[in-house]
Nanobody
Framework: QVQLVESGGGLVQAGDSLRLSCAAS??????????MGWFRQAPGNKREFVAT????????AYADSVKGRFTISRDNAKNTVYLQMDSRKPEDTDVYYC????????????????WGQGTQVTVSS
C-alpha cells in the first residue's frame, strides 16, 4: 500500500511564495511509484494537472498555467515531493493534491493510483 500526506497549505497574499510537501510511505511505495504528481481542484471543478516529476531522473513537466512560477522537486532519501509556488495569483486558490503513479510524465489524474487527502491553498488579492 501507499500513503501520501500533504502539508504546507495555508493563506497567503498574492505574489507571496509557499512550498507544499508530500510525504510518501507504505510497503509497496518504492516498487509502485515511478512518478509523482501535483493536481489542484476547486469546488465543482474537475481535478487539474499542475506538475509531475519522475523519481529516478527527476524529469519534470508543468501545466502552462504554472510554468515559470511553480517548481516541483523530490528528495529520494526522504520519500518527499515538494511544490514550490512563487508569484502566486488568486486563481491559484484550490485544494492541492499529491499523487503517485507508474507513468512518467502523466498529466491525467486517472494515471495516478494513489492520492493524498489534499491541502487547502488560498491566495488573497
Amino acid at each position: 500500500q501507499v500513503q501520501l500526506v500533504e502539508s504546507g497549505g495555508g493563506l497567503v497574499q498574492a505574489g507571496d511564495s509557499l512550498r507544499l510537501s508530500c510525504a510518501a510511505s507504505g510497503r509497496t511505495f518504492s516498487t509502485y511509484a515511478r512518478a509523482m504528481g501535483w493536481f489542484r481542484q476547486a469546488p465543482g471543478n474537475k481535478r487539474e494537472f499542475v506538475a509531475t516529476i519522475s523519481w529516478r531522473t527527476a524529469t519534470t513537466a508543468y501545466a502552462d498555467s504554472v510554468k515559470g512560477r511553480f517548481t516541483i522537486s523530490r528528495d529520494n532519501a526522504k520519500n518527499t515531493v515538494y511544490l514550490q509556488m512563487d508569484s502566486r495569483k488568486p486563481e491559484d486558490t484550490d485544494v492541492y493534491y499529491c499523487a503517485a503513479g507508474r507513468t512518467i510524465g502523466a498529466v491525467m489524474s486517472l494515471m495516478y493510483g494513489y492520492w493524498g487527502q489534499g491541502t487547502q491553498v488560498t491566495v488573497s488579492s
